[in-house]
């Protein structure tokens, strides 16, 4: 009887394992490109989804740097909870004072793009990605 809970479990484990991934996934097309506030009470914006051996993590950019934060605890969104002005006065600071935005503007956003490839290609084995990069503002 032990054998049959114990593969109850690991089949229900994983059952609630594909299906929390399910909706990460869906949460990151929802507010992919957006600005949130992190687990660390940052706002950054909300660029893609990683992995490693441990957990699954929404990635987010500073303007500056990339974070991983455990998909354990939240993300909140701000967009369509503050108001619509004062929203677009964070993504207008951001085309500004973002990195990414300033290689861009200034046409060499491959530039950009190359740099965070060679930070990805530091990173150990065990880290993927299960999105790709969302570098849009929205």
Same mark, same amino acid.
């Given at each position: 009887?032990?054998?049959?809970?114990?593969?109850?479990? +690991? &089949?229900?484990?994983?059952?609630?394992?594909?299906? &929390?991934?399910?909706?990460?996934? /869906?949460?990151? /097309?929802?507010?992919?490109?957006?600005?949130?506030?992190? +687990?660390? *009470?940052?706002?950054?914006?909300?660029? #893609?989804?990683?992995?490693?051996? $441990?957990?699954? =993590? =929404?990635?987010?950019?500073?303007?500056?740097?990339? *974070?991983?934060?455990?998909?354990?605890?939240?993300?909140?969104?701000?967009?369509? =909870?503050?108001?619509?002005?004062?929203?677009?006065?964070?993504?207008?600071? #951001?085309?500004?004072? *973002?990195?990414? +935005?300033?290689?861009? &503007?200034?046409?060499?956003? +491959?530039?950009?793009?190359? $740099?965070?490839?060679?930070?990805? #290609?530091?990173?150990?084995?065990? *880290?993927?990605?299960?999105?790709?990069?969302?570098? /849009?503002? &929205?």
């Amino acid at each position: 009887m032990a054998f049959i809970n114990n593969n109850y479990r +690991q &089949n229900n484990n994983k059952f609630i394992m594909e299906d &929390n991934l399910k909706r990460i996934l /869906e949460k990151f /097309e929802k507010l992919k490109g957006q600005f949130v506030i992190t +687990q660390l *009470h940052k706002i950054e914006r909300l660029v #893609a989804i990683g992995s490693d051996s $441990e957990d699954w =993590y =929404y990635i987010t950019f500073d303007g500056r740097n990339i *974070h991983w934060s455990s998909c354990v605890g939240r993300i909140m969104p701000l967009k369509g =909870y503050l108001r619509e002005e004062d929203y677009n006065e964070i993504v207008r600071l #951001a085309k500004l004072n *973002h990195i990414d +935005q300033l290689y861009i &503007n200034a046409g060499k956003g +491959q530039d950009f793009f190359d $740099e965070v490839d060679k930070k990805i #290609a530091s990173y150990d084995e065990n *880290h993927s990605f299960m999105t790709d990069f969302c570098w /849009e503002l &929205n």
